[in-house]
């Protein structure tokens, strides 16, 4: 059974150790700037949501993606940047209708979630239990899904 | 079951793994009409700018990547389609049956009517070919001039300056990428790359190019200035590639007609990627789209239902991206509006960002030095989500549309 | 004799609903009961029970079991807390 | 490591800012925030300087751990001279604005002179510019960080600014960073708006890559968020009812000072606690909490967010107000409750609310209050003097003083100025409840004889913050001591002291002395930065900033009389409660605690004491 990042936003205190925990692992420092999952604050509303790649199953990012540098990890699922193979030209970043693969000026790559592996240091440094990596089935995830299947420009029929 | 697939773009790749993946026991042939493995255009500013090689603009990486997909790469040139009998014709006279056929043939480089245009140092920008003779000819210190400062023209200029050659940009339009940029966003574009060492001319056309001993003169505006050039590039627009479909059936306007399963006017007749005039998402009337990631979901859609699947496009959404320069900009849908948006403006530190709705839908959105979750703004117009109060928030603060973006349109599912 | 119970955090669980929103609850014990038994017949977890005043004065654990209560006095219960 | 070793300099008359080395040797010697800041202070300001003139510096600091993964790592401080003490003032925020400072590359900004126009400081980065802050000023602290973000069109800058109250003089005026988090004591925000300072808005994108040992530091971090996760109080108690917890125990205790400490209970207190706030209202069926919530890189999270009852009379047609906003918090919920005997919890959240947009410390304000309502009460101040009836327990009075403070209108001109200065201006300066002109906390020294040690002695006026006996006399933390006797308290305060000075200057939380100690903080530190950072020589650095401080004051003009409390703690016994029939035993407490400071009858610390500790 493949995993997924399940995100329970009422968990959320905002304290943004995730995205401590995702730059040093990606880059090795700590610099929320350049993590790969993103809290928002709803001030008003007294609400934190963490939010990071649904690794949607037909993935706008990798069909967009001109020069192949968005494969899929087989073990994870995860759809992850080559970053040898990235040129930088971020159309990917237009494609995808989530927002979550930006581009990173320092590098001139793109950057997205990659499950890291399959062991998310997101899920690991999360002190309230908000991001958790569990079999997929469960996901509060499945919503954005049925909501990625309405944004889709294929259809559900294809699926 | 045989599918013929005319141009090996990334419509027609991704057609050609989406055909593969549905239909384990079809044939399938990819035709080009280059000496080259499928590439990207995309790419080929990175390559001029020699921070990659050949193979890095490639479509697929591997080399054995179409042979284990079994996909029939062919490189010929399409002369004519004999619907009729379900034939294509190659220029060489052999023919091909198919049972289903997707013309993918993209689109090619206006080369617009000014006397001169043909002379040798004048060079369009479009292919692996055009990029090589470029990089041969843009030295250090070389002049060029670039007719032209639409999408392809602004995505070289990257790489010609980093060549470092002297360049002048001139341009038809009152702005740079009229055609996707607002007027502010256009003119603080011109204001970046102008900081940046490029002449820019705009309103202005080159009315003729004349050899000038080893080098080239251009003739600019109705005054007739002369600037004094090494190369010129011609960067003036594509049309679509459908001349040799004349005779065929094939409902032509601009582009091909297709519906929105991608079908053309002819049974068994599919197209997809740049070549097409698909219904757009916001007027539902064919509009040409000339962007990859439209053409690669056509791509896909025209292939689902060659495989006699049943998808349909939402409609064709544009969305471009630019990277002027180091200046990153994006524009999404129907930027242009319809008289009810927002625009922040912030000169001094070149951002930009414009939103527009129709009721308490966004429509299209324009940005300059945003790259975070721009996406979400493609999400939010391509779902149609229902902002609701949030219109009014975005209206009074634009730069909340990720946190508008999280609160409605997951809700929306 | 009368006795006033209140428990306050996430202690205010073990009163009975109505006398939640007061934190506190009137107690009629015999005469004798410890502070312990009263602990015990609330079934108060021995390690929730930090903070424990009678009348506002501080019971070390060592003498609760043997504490015995009077008439008028205010029994209060605190969970490990804290703030600033 | 752990610093950046750059630090801003503003020249705020000439409009230049700069970059410089930090002085490592400090660094080595005081190790951050509160400790190094103080060191930059007290070398370059003269003591006596008027704290609201140009040659007043205002200092902005992060500690070592400031942006790191260590938790609670975000605090940053500010050090000044105060306005509303004279005394060296180090006021402590978290929120996420001192580690986006260390995220774009600095340890410290140092504020200089007085800019002649309204200005902000925005950074980004190495990039750090002056700009024009005309538009700005006479907005709301709320309206200032919405109009930075949104003119640079981007909703990551992190902002600090001053309020109405900050640009009108409110000697308790406070920096709010983030919204509802504030460097609040002391009036570090009216020292800002005498320099024409409105905010400093901080991008940083270059994250904190100077850690000594990373493998270490992820190591002790973790192990240090366990502690505070499987603590009791860190890791349930504050993240399920927050610091407003205390509002029962300290009234149960009867220490809980009401009405001007005139009384040691509140008969209201359970209607503005922790436990109030999870009550649901007959208005709306809504509980007054909405949720806890984290500063940056906090595994506890006991902030409260909440939700005003919109139909209560304060925020009727206010629609700004309903939103989920930053409150209450135990000392805010004291100050502008039980200090003027209200009990009217929305009335509360109302007035915190208008004391985080418009930049006020709520206890020196609602403290400040409650000594008005007691001259009102005595008849010395009259209804017209205050332009409305105020007497104790009014939570009109307090939502509109509130208001007419921030904007330095009417009477609020007056207690904007503190309730020394009001005391003293009516005749009464004895009924000013605080140290040093700043206002005590909410805890009533007669109940809690070894805060009465801590307040006096405080070197930036009446703080619970700088020694918080609290923990001990009351909670048990880290053992039980007895709250009504003065024996033992010298050595505890000390201790107290000493220890909290090494938290502030580390980056690091206070709260998180709950559960920790500094065997605890000392490996995060060593494995941080460079250099020896042994127990050993984290108490002798906590020590040394101690005296330090303790210098500039006396330098400043104080003296040992100025470490005492009023005569109400000394004379007026408490009325009810375990400390019924008690004063404050200062003066048995005071000579021990100097002769174990090493400091002389006269509060001076002996050569032996300076030579010690190397000043």
Same mark, same amino acid.
């Given at each position: 059974?493949?995993?997924?990042?399940?995100?329970?936003?009422?968990?959320?205190?905002?304290?943004?150790?995730? !995205?401590?925990?995702?730059?040093?692992?990606?880059?090795?420092?700590?610099?929320?700037?350049?993590?790969?999952?993103?809290?928002?604050?709803? !001030?008003?509303?007294?609400?934190?949501?963490?939010?990071?790649?649904?690794?949607?199953?037909?993935?706008?990012?990798?069909?967009?993606?001109?020069?192949?540098?968005?494969?899929?990890?087989?073990?994870?699922?995860?759809?992850?940047?080559?970053?040898?193979?990235?040129?930088?030209?971020?159309?990917?970043?237009?494609?995808?209708?989530?927002?979550?693969?930006?581009?990173?000026? !320092?590098?001139?790559?793109?950057?997205?979630?990659?499950?890291?592996?399959?062991?998310?240091?997101?899920?690991?440094?999360?002190?309230?239990?908000?991001?958790?990596?569990?079999?997929?089935?469960?996901?509060?995830?499945?919503?954005?899904?049925?909501?990625?299947?309405?944004?889709?420009?294929?259809?559900?029929?294809?699926? | 079951?045989?599918?013929?697939?005319?141009?090996?773009?990334?419509?027609?790749?991704?057609?050609?793994?989406?055909?593969?993946?549905?239909?384990?026991?079809?044939?399938?042939?990819?035709?080009?009409?280059?000496?080259?493995?499928?590439?990207?255009?995309?790419?080929?500013?990175?390559?001029?700018?020699?921070?990659?090689?050949?193979?890095?603009?490639?479509?697929?990486?591997?080399?054995?990547?179409?042979?284990?997909?079994?996909?029939?790469?062919?490189?010929?040139?399409?002369?004519?389609?004999?619907?009729?009998?379900?034939?294509?014709?190659?220029?060489?006279?052999?023919?091909?049956?198919?049972?289903?056929?997707?013309?993918?043939?993209?689109?090619?480089?206006?080369?617009?009517?000014?006397?001169?245009?043909?002379?040798?140092?004048?060079?369009?920008?479009?292919?692996?070919?055009?990029?090589?003779?470029?990089?041969?000819?843009?030295?250090?210190?070389?002049?060029?001039?670039?007719?032209?400062?639409?999408?392809?023209?602004?995505?070289?200029?990257?790489?010609?300056?980093?060549?470092?050659?002297?360049?002048?940009?001139?341009?038809?339009?009152?702005?740079?990428?009229?055609?996707?940029?607002?007027?502010?966003?256009?003119?603080?574009?011109?204001?970046?790359?102008?900081?940046?060492?490029?002449?820019?001319?705009?309103?202005?056309?080159?009315?003729?190019?004349?050899?000038?001993?080893?080098?080239?003169?251009?003739?600019?505006?109705?005054?007739?200035?002369?600037?004094?050039?090494?190369?010129?590039?011609?960067?003036?627009?594509?049309?679509?590639?459908?001349?040799?479909?004349?005779?065929?059936?094939?409902?032509?306007?601009?582009?091909?007609?297709?519906?929105?399963?991608?079908?053309?006017?002819?049974?068994?007749?599919?197209?997809?990627?740049?070549?097409?005039?698909?219904?757009?998402?916001?007027?539902?009337?064919?509009?040409?789209?000339?962007?990859?990631?439209?053409?690669?979901?056509?791509?896909?859609?025209?292939?689902?239902?060659?495989?006699?699947?049943?998808?349909?496009?939402?409609?064709?959404?544009?969305?471009?991206?630019?990277?002027?320069?180091?200046?990153?900009?994006?524009?999404?849908?129907?930027?242009?509006?319809?008289?009810?948006?927002?625009?922040?403006?912030?000169?001094?530190?070149?951002?930009?960002?414009?939103?527009?709705?129709?009721?308490?839908?966004?429509?299209?959105?324009?940005?300059?030095?945003?790259?975070?979750?721009?996406?979400?703004?493609?999400?939010?117009?391509?779902?149609?989500?229902?902002?609701?109060?949030?219109?009014?928030?975005?209206?009074?603060?634009?730069?909340?549309?990720?946190?508008?973006?999280?609160?409605?349109?997951?809700?929306?599912? | 004799?009368?006795?006033?119970?209140? &428990?306050?955090?996430?202690?205010?669980?073990? &009163?009975?609903?109505?006398?939640?929103?007061?934190?506190?609850?009137?107690?009629?014990?015999?005469?004798?009961?410890?502070?312990?038994?009263?602990?015990?017949?609330?079934?108060?977890?021995?390690?929730?029970?930090? &903070?424990?005043?009678?009348?506002?004065?501080?019971?070390?654990?060592?003498?609760?079991?043997?504490?015995?209560?009077?008439?008028?006095?205010?029994?209060?219960?605190?969970?490990?807390?804290?703030?600033? | 490591?752990?610093?950046?070793?750059?630090?801003?300099?503003?020249?705020?008359?000439?409009?230049?800012?700069?970059?410089?080395?930090?002085?490592?040797?400090?660094?080595?010697?005081?190790?951050?925030?509160?400790?190094?800041?103080?060191?930059?202070?007290?070398?370059?300001?003269?003591?006596?300087?008027?704290?609201?003139?140009?040659?007043?510096?205002?200092?902005?600091?992060?500690?070592?751990?400031?942006?790191?993964?260590?938790?609670?790592?975000?605090?940053?401080?500010?050090?000044?001279?105060?306005?509303?003490?004279?005394?060296?003032?180090?006021?402590?925020?978290?929120?996420?604005?001192?580690?986006?400072?260390?995220?774009?590359?600095?340890?410290?900004?140092?504020?200089?002179?007085?800019?002649?126009?309204? +200005?902000?400081?925005?950074?980004?980065?190495?990039?750090?510019?002056?700009?024009?802050?005309?538009?700005?000023?006479?907005?709301?602290?709320?309206?200032?960080?919405?109009?930075?973000?949104?003119?640079?069109?981007?909703?990551?800058?992190?902002?600090?600014?001053?309020?109405?109250?900050?640009?009108?003089?409110?000697?308790?005026?406070?920096?709010?960073?983030?919204?509802?988090?504030? /460097?609040?004591?002391?009036?570090?925000?009216?020292?800002?708006?005498?320099?024409?300072?409105?905010?400093?808005?901080?991008?940083?994108?270059?994250?904190?890559?100077?850690?000594?040992?990373?493998?270490?530091?992820?190591?002790?971090?973790?192990?240090?968020?366990?502690?505070?996760?499987?603590?009791?109080?860190?890791?349930?108690?504050?993240?399920?009812?927050?610091?407003?917890?205390?509002?029962?125990?300290?009234?149960?205790?009867?220490?809980?000072?009401?009405?001007?400490?005139?009384?040691?209970?509140?008969?209201?207190?359970?209607?503005?606690?922790?436990?109030?706030?999870?009550?649901?209202?007959?208005?709306?069926?809504?509980?007054?909490?909405?949720?806890?919530?984290?500063?940056?890189?906090?595994?506890?999270?006991?902030?409260?967010?909440?939700?005003?009852?919109?139909?209560?009379?304060?925020?009727?047609?206010?629609?700004?107000?309903?939103?989920?906003?930053?409150?209450?918090?135990?000392?805010?919920?004291?100050?502008?409750?039980?200090?003027?005997?209200?009990?009217?919890?929305?009335?509360?959240?109302?007035?915190?609310?208008?004391?985080?947009?418009?930049?006020?410390?709520?206890?020196?304000?609602?403290?400040?209050?409650?000594?008005?309502?007691?001259?009102?009460?005595?008849?010395?101040?009259?209804?017209?003097?205050?332009?409305?009836?105020?007497?104790?327990?009014?939570?009109?009075?307090?939502?509109?003083?509130?208001?007419?403070?921030?904007?330095?209108?009417?009477?609020?001109?007056?207690?904007?100025?503190?309730?020394?200065?009001?005391?003293?201006?009516?005749?009464?300066?004895?009924?000013?409840?605080? +140290?040093?002109?700043?206002?005590?906390?909410?805890?009533?020294?007669?109940?809690?004889?070894?805060?009465?040690? /801590?307040? /006096?002695?405080?070197?930036?006026?009446?703080?619970?913050?700088?020694?918080?006996?609290?923990?001990?006399?009351?909670?048990?933390?880290?053992?039980?001591?007895?709250?009504?006797?003065?024996?033992?308290?010298?050595?505890?305060?000390?201790?107290?002291?000493?220890?909290?000075?090494?938290?502030?200057?580390?980056?690091?939380?206070?709260?998180?002395?709950?559960?920790?100690?500094?065997?605890?903080?000392?490996?995060?530190?060593?494995?941080?930065?460079?250099?020896?950072?042994?127990?050993?020589?984290?108490?002798?650095?906590?020590?040394?900033?101690?005296?330090?401080?303790?210098?500039?004051?006396?330098?400043?003009?104080?003296?040992?009389?100025?470490?005492?409390?009023?005569?109400?703690?000394?004379?007026?016994?408490?009325?009810?409660?375990?400390?019924?029939?008690?004063?404050?035993?200062?003066?048995?407490?005071?000579?021990?605690?100097?002769?174990?400071?090493?400091?002389?009858?006269?509060?001076?610390?002996?050569?032996?004491?300076?030579?010690?500790?190397?000043?």
């Amino acid at each position: 059974m493949q995993k997924s990042l399940h995100i329970d936003a009422n968990k959320c205190t905002g304290c943004l150790q995730c !995205e401590m925990a995702c730059s040093y692992e990606n880059y090795g420092v700590f610099n929320p700037s350049r993590s790969r999952i993103k809290v928002f604050n709803f !001030e008003h509303e007294g609400r934190k949501v963490p939010y990071t790649c649904t690794q949607c199953a037909d993935a706008w990012c990798m069909n967009a993606c001109p020069v192949d540098a968005i494969r899929i990890d087989a073990a994870t699922g995860a759809k992850v940047v080559n970053e040898a193979t990235c040129v930088g030209c971020k159309v990917c970043t237009i494609a995808c209708p989530f927002g979550t693969i930006n581009y990173v000026a !320092e590098t001139g790559k793109v950057q997205k979630c990659d499950l890291c592996g399959g062991e998310p240091a997101c899920a690991a440094a999360c002190p309230t239990g908000a991001i958790t990596y569990v079999d997929a089935d469960w996901t509060g995830f499945d919503k954005m899904r049925v909501w990625a299947a309405k944004t889709d420009t294929a259809p559900r029929a294809a699926a | 079951m045989k599918h013929i697939i005319i141009g090996n773009g990334p419509a027609g790749v991704v057609a050609a793994e989406t055909l593969r993946r549905l239909r384990p026991e079809a044939e399938i042939a990819l035709i080009g009409d280059e000496a080259e493995p499928p590439y990207s255009r995309m790419a080929i500013p990175y390559f001029l700018q020699g921070n990659i090689d050949a193979h890095g603009t490639h479509l697929r990486k591997s080399h054995d990547h179409f042979a284990t997909h079994g996909i029939h790469l062919i490189e010929g040139r399409v002369a004519c389609i004999d619907s009729a009998v379900k034939q294509i014709q190659f220029q060489s006279g052999e023919r091909l049956h198919y049972d289903k056929l997707l013309i993918a043939t993209g689109s090619h480089p206006v080369r617009p009517n000014i006397p001169g245009i043909d002379l040798a140092n004048v060079h369009t920008c479009w292919t692996l070919d055009d990029a090589r003779a470029i990089a041969a000819k843009a030295k250090p210190g070389s002049r060029v001039v670039q007719l032209g400062a639409g999408f392809i023209g602004c995505i070289i200029m990257e790489a010609l300056a980093a060549r470092g050659v002297q360049l002048t940009v001139v341009e038809l339009g009152d702005r740079m990428v009229p055609r996707m940029m607002t007027p502010q966003a256009g003119a603080m574009i011109k204001r970046w790359v102008e900081a940046k060492g490029v002449a820019v001319h705009v309103n202005t056309a080159i009315t003729a190019i004349e050899r000038n001993g080893d080098a080239l003169r251009v003739k600019v505006g109705a005054g007739g200035t002369a600037l004094d050039a090494d190369l010129v590039i011609s960067a003036a627009g594509v049309r679509p590639n459908v001349d040799f479909l004349a005779g065929s059936g094939v409902e032509i306007g601009l582009g091909i007609r297709v519906d929105r399963g991608m079908r053309t006017s002819v049974p068994d007749i599919y197209a997809a990627g740049d070549v097409t005039e698909a219904p757009g998402f916001h007027s539902g009337a064919p509009q040409l789209n000339a962007i990859q990631p439209n053409a690669a979901d056509q791509g896909r859609i025209a292939a689902i239902n060659m495989a006699g699947g049943n998808a349909e496009l939402q409609g064709s959404l544009a969305i471009n991206v630019l990277d002027t320069l180091g200046l990153i900009s994006t524009s999404f849908g129907h930027w242009q509006g319809k008289g009810d948006g927002v625009e922040l403006v912030d000169e001094a530190r070149f951002r930009y960002l414009s939103l527009q709705f129709e009721d308490d839908v966004l429509i299209g959105a324009t940005c300059i030095g945003w790259t975070d979750h721009v996406g979400a703004l493609r999400g939010l117009i391509q779902t149609r989500t229902k902002l609701g109060a949030w219109k009014a928030r975005l209206k009074a603060d634009p730069t909340q549309f990720m946190a508008a973006y999280l609160a409605t349109a997951p809700k929306a599912a | 004799m009368r006795i006033t119970f209140k &428990l306050f955090a996430s202690l205010q669980d073990y &009163l009975p609903l109505e006398a939640r929103a007061k934190n506190a609850l009137s107690l009629d014990l015999p005469e004798g009961t410890t502070l312990g038994q009263v602990i015990e017949r609330f079934g108060l977890p021995q390690k929730s029970c930090h &903070l424990v005043l009678i009348d506002g004065r501080f019971v070390p654990p060592a003498e609760r079991a043997t504490c015995v209560l009077h008439d008028g006095e205010t029994l209060a219960i605190w969970p490990p807390i804290a703030g600033g | 490591m752990g610093w950046t070793r750059k630090i801003l300099r503003v020249d705020l008359t000439n409009g230049t800012c700069k970059s410089e080395p930090l002085n490592m040797e400090w660094a080595q010697q005081y190790l951050g925030q509160r400790g190094l800041a103080t060191k930059y202070f007290v070398s370059e300001v003269d003591p006596k300087v008027d704290p609201l003139s140009p040659a007043n510096k205002l200092i902005m600091t992060t500690g070592p751990l400031t942006g790191t993964a260590a938790s609670t790592g975000g605090r940053y401080s500010v050090v000044t001279k105060g306005a509303l003490t004279g005394a060296i003032a180090c006021s402590n925020s978290g929120g996420f604005f001192g580690a986006e400072l260390k995220f774009a590359g600095w340890d410290m900004i140092i504020f200089e002179g007085k800019s002649p126009k309204p +200005v902000y400081l925005s950074i980004e980065n190495d990039k750090a510019e002056l700009k024009d802050a005309s538009h700005l000023w006479g907005k709301t602290t709320w309206q200032t960080e919405e109009i930075i973000k949104k003119t640079h069109q981007d909703p990551q800058i992190r902002v600090c600014s001053i309020g109405r109250a900050g640009e009108n003089g409110v000697l308790y005026a406070c920096i709010v960073n983030d919204l509802h988090r504030a /460097a609040g004591r002391s009036g570090v925000g009216a020292v800002m708006g005498s320099k024409n300072l409105k905010a400093v808005a901080v991008r940083g994108t270059l994250g904190v890559s100077g850690i000594k040992d990373f493998k270490a530091f992820l190591a002790a971090t973790a192990a240090g968020k366990k502690v505070l996760a499987e603590n009791a109080v860190t890791g349930q108690g504050l993240p399920k009812y927050g610091t407003q917890v205390l509002m029962n125990v300290i009234n149960e205790i009867g220490a809980l000072p009401t009405r001007n400490h005139r009384d040691v209970q509140f008969e209201e207190a359970s209607k503005i606690s922790a436990e109030a706030m999870y009550e649901k209202r007959p208005t709306d069926g809504k509980t007054h909490l909405v949720t806890n919530a984290a500063c940056f890189g906090c595994t506890i999270a006991c902030g409260r967010i909440s939700r005003i009852d919109e139909t209560h009379f304060s925020v009727v047609n206010k629609p700004e107000y309903w939103g989920a906003s930053g409150g209450l918090e135990y000392e805010a919920a004291w100050a502008l409750g039980a200090a003027n005997g209200v009990g009217d919890l929305e009335a509360l959240q109302f007035a915190n609310m208008i004391c985080n947009e418009d930049g006020m410390d709520p206890i020196s304000f609602g403290a400040t209050v409650g000594a008005a309502m007691e001259l009102y009460e005595l008849g010395i101040l009259k209804k017209e003097d205050i332009g409305m009836e105020a007497p104790f327990g009014s939570a009109k009075a307090l939502c509109e003083l509130a208001q007419m403070t921030a904007k330095g209108e009417g009477f609020g001109k007056e207690l904007g100025l503190g309730s020394a200065r009001l005391c003293a201006k009516h005749g009464r300066p004895e009924l000013s409840m605080g +140290v040093k002109q700043q206002e005590f906390p909410a805890y009533d020294s007669r109940g809690i004889q070894g805060m009465g040690l /801590a307040y /006096a002695t405080s070197n930036r006026g009446a703080c619970h913050l700088r020694g918080y006996t609290v923990a001990s006399e009351v909670l048990g933390i880290p053992v039980k001591t007895d709250p009504l006797v003065t024996e033992g308290k010298a050595a505890l305060v000390k201790a107290f002291q000493d220890a909290t000075a090494v938290f502030d200057s580390s980056g690091l939380c206070i709260f998180t002395s709950f559960a920790w100690g500094l065997p605890d903080i000392q490996p995060q530190i060593a494995a941080a930065c460079e250099g020896d950072w042994s127990l050993e020589k984290l108490n002798e650095v906590g020590e040394r900033i101690w005296n330090l401080e303790r210098q500039f004051n006396l330098a400043a003009g104080f003296t040992a009389k100025d470490d005492d409390l009023p005569p109400r703690l000394k004379t007026e016994p408490a009325k009810t409660g375990p400390a019924k029939g008690l004063v404050n035993g200062i003066d048995k407490m005071k000579p021990e605690y100097y002769q174990l400071r090493g400091w002389d009858a006269d509060g001076r610390p002996t050569g032996d004491t300076l030579k010690r500790l190397g000043l």
